[in-house]
T-cell receptor, first 111, second 112 residues
Framework: DQQVKQNSPSLSVQEGRISILNCDYT??????FLWYKKYPAEGPTFLIS?????DKNEDGRFTVFLNKSAKHLSLHIVPSQPGDSAVYFC??????????FGTGTRLKVLA | GAGVSQSPSNKVTEKGKDVELRCDPI?????LYWYRQSLGQGLEFLIY????????KSGLPSDRFSAERTGGSVSTLTIQRTQQEDSAVYLC??????????FGSGTRLTVV
């Protein structure tokens, strides 16, 4: 049973517009979350994190929002660029060292 | 090296053969992880090494899978008697402690 779910396998967005990638989790004990980006034939690379003591974390064009009551987080990319086209994974920290990953959302930014 | 290095990058093997996948973590990183990504699936945790502690093998899918980490550095993931369902991208990651990971580029394993 998936503890971290990314229900949209793919998303297409026009260049310059906002991309919103969603992630839901089932375990209310999760208290730290990451987003990773993956290009083809490369390993995932860390993008942004958020702790459960916050509801928002911003880094340049990337903002992650956390809604603990809904067990939902989202990644906003504004403005979207063609180089943002990749697969995005959200991950939740389980215990002290293990991360549970979602199935990923493939983002395509159209020029 | 500067990053996590995995070899081979691609491996095609016949069903029933054994395979060994290698991971060279970032120097000084005490924690090492193996994950795999099967088609249409998320990253599935396999095993975790931390320093000299006993590894967390809770994610290994069967006893055909084993891993070791020699000298606290290089790790080898071994799959015996490979099956078609073992086909996946096997990703290694390391971290300096309990923080976020740095992943390697993965080994794409295809069992035919």
């Amino acid at each position: 049973d998936q503890q971290v779910k990314q229900n949209s396998p793919s998303l297409s967005v026009q260049e310059g517009r906002i991309s919103i990638l969603n992630c839901d989790y089932t375990n209310s004990m999760f208290d730290y979350f990451l987003w990773y980006k993956k290009y083809p034939a490369e390993g995932p690379t860390f993008l942004i994190s958020i702790s459960s003591i916050k509801d928002k974390n911003e880094d340049g064009r990337f903002t992650v929002f956390l809604n603990k009551s809904a067990k939902h987080l989202s990644l906003h990319i504004v403005p979207s660029q063609p180089g943002d086209s990749a697969v995005y994974f959200c991950a939740a920290k389980e215990g002290t060292y293990k991360y549970i990953f979602g199935t990923g959302t493939r983002l395509k930014v159209l020029a | 090296g500067a990053g996590v290095s995995q070899s081979p990058s691609n491996k095609v093997t016949e069903k029933g053969k054994d395979v060994e996948l290698r991971c060279d973590p970032i120097s000084g990183h005490t924690a090492l992880y193996w994950y795999r990504q099967s088609l249409g699936q998320g990253l599935e945790f396999l095993i975790y090494f931390q320093g000299n502690s006993a590894p967390d093998k809770s994610g290994l899918p069967s006893d055909r899978f084993s891993a070791e980490r020699t000298g606290g550095s290089v790790s080898t993931l071994t799959i015996q008697r490979t099956q078609q369902e073992d086909s996946a991208v096997y990703l290694c990651a390391s971290s300096p402690g309990t923080g976020g990971y740095t992943f390697g580029s993965g080994t794409r394993l295809t069992v035919v």
